[in-house]
């Protein structure tokens, strides 16, 4: 894949071997074995591999730069990169099993090639009209944080510069989009401290008692879902000031949170103007097949991806693919 430098199932092993104190490169046909990383993941030369020039622990690997972790990666993909970096606050992007490379791999595709309201629509069912995308905050036309999201970190009591950091926004003219992606990590978060959740409850002007069931401190401390009740605030409170439908998306991998709408219904308030969403990446995959004319190599190329994708080793020490795609 991409030259060789990107590692999908066909180029990995499918069990990693792990003896004491070593690992083995997870390249099949690689006989190198360097130290073995316990607890954090960490970017040294004992824990690469000389030959291919990734760092290994026993569950995953990390590239020695992004650009070999993406897709898309012309001059005009990694200025913006850059751009985004400057604005968003972690970036794990050079790992094998990162979320944000997944998320950049497959929506840097659906923007560049004019597919974003034809696959995204039918998926919403709703039909997004000129639907633009901020990637982690960043707005593309302002080269800075997005003035919504700073409109509604402000409401809420966030730090303008440190608040609430979707994966992606697609504002369009017709529908506000907060999305928020998984790979190997699920739903439930919690706030490291309890009264960091108080300020949500009275922000907004007290815009939590109209869209939530329940208390703050129940959605984020008893029910662990802390990130999407700081989503869902703002989001609907962001909608409301533009007059425009809120969707919020929680796009995970088949199979993982299957309940995680039937969860969310019984803590916050929807309706047809406020929608909560779960979708999977492989109804992304399925949308990609239908709609490859635009760019068929690149389509071919991101549908590859799709079957090749690993999340690295499990405590079998087997590969696991990301995606239950064919």
């Known amino acids: 894949m991409n030259g060789g430098r990107m590692y999908g199932l066909s180029d990995l092993k499918s069990e990693i071997r792990v003896e004491g104190e070593e690992v083995s490169c997870p390249i099949a046909g690689c006989a ?7 607890g954090t993941f960490r970017r040294c030369e004992v824990f690469k591999c000389p030959v291919h020039g990734i760092y290994i622990s026993p569950t995953t690997f990390d590239y020695e730069t992004e ?15 850059r751009q985004i970096k400057g604005s968003k ?20 595709f659906l923007e560049k090639n004019g597919l974003v309201s034809k696959v995204l629509s039918p998926l919403l069912g709703t039909n997004l009209v000129d639907p633009k995308l901020v990637y982690w905050s960043h707005c593309q036309e302002g080269a800075k944080l997005w003035s919504g999201l700073a409109e509604a970190r402000k409401a809420f009591g966030e730090p303008v510069r440190t608040g609430s950091e979707p994966d992606l926004i697609i504002h369009s003219k017709n529908a506000l989009v907060f999305l928020e992606a998984k790979l190997t990590s699920g739903n439930k978060t919690r706030p490291n401290r309890a009264d960091k959740v108080d300020k949500y409850e009275s922000g907004g002007d007290n815009w939590s008692k109209r869209v939530c069931r329940s208390t703050c401190r129940e959605i984020a401390i008893d029910n662990k879902k802390y990130e999407l009740m700081r989503f869902w ?14 969707y919020m998306v929680s796009l995970v991998r088949a199979g993982k949170e299957e309940d995680i709408e039937d969860i969310f219904h019984r803590l916050f308030k929807t309706n ?23 760019n068929p190599e690149a389509a071919q190329k991101l549908l590859k991806y799709f079957r090749e994708k690993t999340i690295g080793y499990g405590s ?8 239950a795609v064919l």
């Open 316 to 323: 079998d020490r087997k590969i696991r693919p990301a995606f």
């Open 89 to 108: 606050r972690e970036s794990r992007i050079s790992r094998d099993n990162s979320e944000d490379a997944v998320t950049w791999n497959v929506f840097r």
């Open 233 to 246: 605030l703002l989001g609907t409170w962001l909608a409301n000031e533009q007059r425009i439908p809120f």
């Open 32 to 38: 190198e074995m360097v130290v073995r990383q316990r």
């Open 272 to 294: 047809d103007e406020r929608l909560f969403i779960r979708l999977t990446w492989e109804d992304f995959n399925m949308q990609i097949e239908a709609n490859q004319e635009a």
């Open 67 to 81: 650009k070999e972790n993406l897709l898309w990666a012309d001059e005009d993909d990694l200025n913006l990169l």
